[in-house]
């Protein structure tokens, strides 16, 4: 709103400044003077009609920018101001969101074990990592007690604290990289007795006496193998410090767990006399001299059979020794039989008196025992003749 006025003398005119009375403008106005005039300018909040100036109510205002986001707009004299939904504060001009979640609150806003977090005109308190809600309080959950398994590396035990877990290597395992391992307590010198062997396993070691040797009052002594012959049955056991050997008996061969006769009939190039008979028994064999012969010492020699009882030939027989047997020959006025002279039967006697050529004419045959004899009746001329013939009286 404009208005004119000067002040003028005789020679010059100079500016009134209409602003000095505070009646010159309207209330909710300020008066800015101008050369020669004066402004009457509106507040702010306040819009010029006709000479005053009126409240804007910015609360009906159709303009896009909308006011008090999450509240409503309350016009008041020259402004307006907002009344905010719970979960806001209102600053005067805007809805500003309640941090329940500051310092100042947090101890009171959500439960033990849980985590504020600020959202627009509210919170929520999640349960922290490692518990669980369970009604309306947080639980702590056992990790080492899941249906998916162990959250822990191989041979290690996991301990479930106070909202997480820790996990330590099982004893005999030590921690590295991400896992656990063995540890070898037999590179340690001294872990086990002097006497005994270490044998590490998997999270532990065994101290143990060497093969072949036992315990025996916190000592390893020798273990005799043979007080239970681990041998073959034709096999001597020889025990011997930490151990023991098998050997075959003589005439066997073979490690001593196993054992076979040696046929030293094949195996040994002339084993018997050579007028003997080679003959293999179990780990040995025997020389049997051929029939004829007897053994003396390693030698077959002539058996002299006619000397023993004239070699078993027939009484009418000569037995003849020759190398390796004899010979029964029936003598003469005797026949070999079947058994060539041998035996009781071997010679059986000679008829000749069968033979009519055995006596002369006139003469009677007479067989006798390997013989025969002619006689002829007394005071015969043929006998007469012969001399020397017996004659019948």
Same mark, same amino acid.
């Given at each position: 709103?404009?208005?004119?006025?000067?002040?003028?003398?005789?020679?010059?005119?100079?500016d009134?400044?209409?602003?000095?009375?505070?009646?010159?403008?309207?209330?909710?106005s300020?008066?800015?003077?101008?050369?020669?005039?004066?402004?009457c300018?509106c507040?702010?909040?306040?819009?010029?009609?006709?000479?005053?100036?009126?409240?804007?109510?910015?609360?009906?205002?159709?303009?896009?920018?909308?006011?008090?986001?999450?509240?409503t707009?309350?016009?008041?004299i020259?402004?307006y101001?907002?009344?905010?939904?719970?979960?806001f504060?209102?600053?005067?001009?805007?809805?500003?969101?309640?941090?329940?979640?500051?310092?100042?609150?947090?101890?009171?806003?959500?439960?033990?074990?849980?985590?504020?977090?600020?959202?627009?005109?509210?919170?929520?308190?999640?349960?922290n990592?490692?518990?669980?809600?369970?009604g309306?309080?947080?639980?702590?959950?056992?990790?080492?007690?899941?249906?998916?398994?162990?959250?822990?590396?191989?041979?290690?035990?996991?301990?479930?604290?106070?909202?997480s877990f820790?996990?330590?290597?099982?004893?005999?395992?030590?921690p590295?990289?991400?896992?656990?391992?063995?540890?070898?307590?037999?590179k340690?010198?001294?872990?086990?007795?002097?006497?005994?062997m270490?044998?590490?396993?998997?999270?532990?070691?065994?101290?143990?006496?060497p093969?072949?040797?036992?315990?025996?009052?916190?000592?390893?002594?020798?273990?005799?193998?043979?007080?239970?012959?681990p !041998?073959?049955? $034709?096999? =001597?056991?020889? @025990?011997?410090? /930490? &151990? +023991?050997? *098998?050997? %075959?008996?003589l005439? #066997?061969?073979?490690?001593?767990?196993?054992?076979?006769?040696?046929?030293?009939?094949?195996?040994?190039?002339?084993? !018997?006399?050579? $007028?003997? =008979?080679?003959? @293999?028994?179990? /780990? &040995? +064999?025997? *020389?049997? %001299?051929?029939?004829? #012969?007897?053994?003396?010492?390693?030698?077959?020699?002539d058996?002299?059979?006619?000397?023993?009882?004239n070699?078993? !030939?027939?009484?009418?027989?000569?037995?003849? @020794?020759?190398? /390796?047997? +004899?010979? *029964?020959? %029936?003598?003469q006025?005797?026949?070999?039989?079947?058994?060539?002279?041998?035996?009781?039967?071997?010679?059986?006697?000679?008829?000749?008196?069968?033979?009519?050529?055995?006596?002369?004419?006139?003469?009677?045959?007479?067989?006798?025992?390997?013989?025969?004899?002619?006689?002829?009746?007394?005071?015969?001329?043929?006998?007469?003749?012969?001399?020397?013939?017996?004659?019948l009286?």
């Amino acid at each position: 709103m404009w208005m004119n006025a000067t002040n003028c003398n005789n020679t010059d005119c100079g500016d009134i400044d209409e602003c000095r009375d505070n009646s010159t403008c309207p209330e909710h106005s300020t008066c800015i003077n101008t050369n020669g005039s004066h402004l009457c300018r509106c507040d702010i909040g306040f819009s010029h009609v006709d000479d005053l100036c009126v409240d804007i109510d910015e609360c009906s205002d159709t303009e896009p920018v909308e006011l008090c986001t999450n509240g409503t707009c309350m016009n008041a004299i020259g402004s307006y101001y907002c009344e905010c939904i719970k979960g806001f504060w209102s600053n005067g001009t805007e809805c500003v969101d309640v941090d329940e979640c500051s310092v100042s609150l947090n101890s009171s806003v959500c439960r033990h074990h849980s985590t504020c977090v600020n959202i627009p005109g509210s919170y929520h308190c999640p349960c922290n990592q490692g518990f669980f809600l369970s009604g309306t309080e947080c639980q702590d959950g056992d990790e080492c007690n899941t249906t998916d398994g162990t959250p822990c590396p191989e041979h290690s035990l996991c301990n479930n604290t106070a909202g997480s877990f820790f996990c330590l290597c099982s004893p005999g395992y030590k921690p590295i990289g991400g896992g656990c391992e063995d540890i070898d307590e037999c590179k340690d010198n001294t872990t086990c007795r002097f006497d005994q062997m270490c044998i590490n396993i998997p999270g532990a070691y065994n101290c143990s006496c060497p093969l072949g040797y036992q315990e025996k009052k916190q000592a390893c002594v020798d273990t005799n193998e043979c007080e239970n012959s681990p !041998c073959h049955p $034709l096999a =001597r056991c020889w @025990n011997t410090l /930490g &151990s +023991f050997s *098998c050997h %075959c008996s003589l005439g #066997f061969a073979g490690n001593g767990s196993w054992c076979n006769d040696v046929d030293e009939c094949v195996a040994l190039t002339k084993p !018997c006399h050579l $007028l003997a =008979r080679c003959h @293999n028994t179990p /780990g &040995s +064999f025997i *020389c049997v %001299c051929r029939p004829g #012969f007897v053994s003396i010492g390693p030698l077959c020699v002539d058996f002299e059979e006619c000397q023993q009882a004239n070699g078993q !030939c027939h009484s009418a027989a000569t037995c003849s @020794n020759h190398a /390796g047997g +004899f010979k *029964c020959s %029936c003598r003469q006025g005797w026949n070999a039989t079947k058994d060539n002279g041998r035996g009781k039967r071997g010679c059986v006697d000679l008829d000749e008196c069968v033979s009519p050529m055995a006596c002369p004419g006139q003469t009677t045959c007479t067989n006798l025992p390997g013989s025969y004899n002619c006689s002829c009746l007394k005071n015969s001329t043929v006998c007469r003749m012969m001399k020397g013939w017996l004659c019948l009286c």
